[in-house]
């Protein structure tokens, strides 16, 4: 039987108990279902969808929904009440075994590029979207299940995800959020009470693993693939109706579509996508999976997989054991590989406009957007007034060759920076080493701090002081300064893991203190400190915290 079908479903006429009546009091406007062409084939097979930019299927129900944790935020973005997402019915709806009134699921079609090749057709394969609400200030959500079972996208795949990737999910996706980074955002982790095979390197050595669903909540979550697939299959009216409804419903601001029209939005989505690249810079986060079916047409972050979180500085790292040989998604590589998806968003959208000259116009300027942007963060984390290409080029440029000499910890380095006082010190005649004490807590090997490095820090540590003095502000406002946009805690590949191994044996606990720890990553909480900490020695090579597949 399906529970979708059945009575089980929550009416508004079932106003007895108060949580439902407050899950019931969301408002569903479902636009991308009304608006845009569907797929005729109601059928939940898995095929080629043509002509159609979504499928209505239902999420299969499972067996014992179970709330593991919820975002009080993001209840809040939606008008949802604590006692809303502590109720039976939230575990209900939000592992899919249950629809709201309003609620209309489907499953979007899209293609994308994977790690440089053109895959053809993906899809929403373990995600569905349950509908979009209107919340009280007129914002508009899309809700969304990652692992609520099979879609016509399924391709080979069960459309299910485990514990361990969802509470990934969960908590970096609202991580993100309080860092201040643009990023879909996570209502819920609920356990499915089903178990999943996942063979985790893909190594013949598959394992059964708990079931769960995240709720994940945008504005949209239409992709750059979400274009490419239309106009590789030459369905131009399709790729026209989809591009008209994303300039309407995400860019009204731009105006009614028009050749310049899609160029102003190609260039906003550039700038967008760098803004979005340029705080993972500063944050220290790689995605892992930069595919163009993972590129937010918003320049969110989206799809939290194998992502993971610098601990020391090193440009050239992936989390993502996928990626190991070619190393496409590195950290240091992320600026460039946005540029090469957006130059595929800008094939896909050419037949909109008809001339290459404007869109490769618009897509050399992102090179430009992005240098200007990040340069301004970098002078930001360095508390400065302002980037001064004369004298912060080089300083930058050396000081991210001197981080990589040792092993630095990012994000304890930039936060121990900000303690240097220059009025204490007379940095000209003070010694390499008293100058470099605040510091020290930010590296790994001890025995890798050599008189060299002492040296070239030492002298890079006097140019920045120098530098710094000449902006005229105090080191209090320089510290204050750098310690809103240098986080002090950042979601480590350890603490994720920490929290996964606890939560598969039954104790949620440490996700529950996570979320709570990581709403305020720029303040000190003298309590939690130990979560400031450099990654263990034992975290070094362990999977999950150093390595990561794209099983999940
Ligand atoms: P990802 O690597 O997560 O971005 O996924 C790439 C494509 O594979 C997307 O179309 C996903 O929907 C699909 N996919 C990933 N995992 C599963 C799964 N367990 N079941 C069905 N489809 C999946
Ligand atoms: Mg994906």
Redesign the pocket.
Known sequence: MNLLESTDCIFPSQTSAKPQETLNALRFDNRFVSELPGDPDILNRRRQVSGACYSLVKPTPVAAPRLVAYSREVADLLGLSTQACESDAFAQVFTGNRLLPGMQPFAMC?GGH?FGNWAGQ??????INLGEIVNGHSRRWMLQLKGAG?TP???T?????VLRSSVREFLCSEAMAHLGVPTTRALSLTLTGEEVERDMFYDGHPKMEPGAVVCRVAPSFTRFGSFQIFAARGELDVLKQLADYTLRTDFPHLGEPSPEVYLQWFEEVCRRTADMIVDWMRVGFVHG?M?T??MSILGLTL?Y?PYGWLDNYDPDWTPNTTDAAGRRYRFGHQPAIAHWNLAQLANAIYPLIGQVEPLQAVLDGYAGSYRDAWRQMMARKLGLNAFEPATDEALITELLAMLTLAETDMTIFFRRLARLEADDLSPATTGDEALMSPLMEAYYVPEQVTPAVRRRTGDWLRRYLERAGRDNISPRTRRRRMNAVNPKYVLRNYMAQLAIDKAEQGDFTLIHDLLDLLRRPYDEQPEKEGYAAKRPDWARRRPGCSMLS?S?
């Open positions: 899209y994977q993906l899809g929403d394969g373990r995600a099979p996208y399924s391709r795949a069960d459309g299910l995800a999976v595919n079916d993972n799809d997989g794209c999940s």
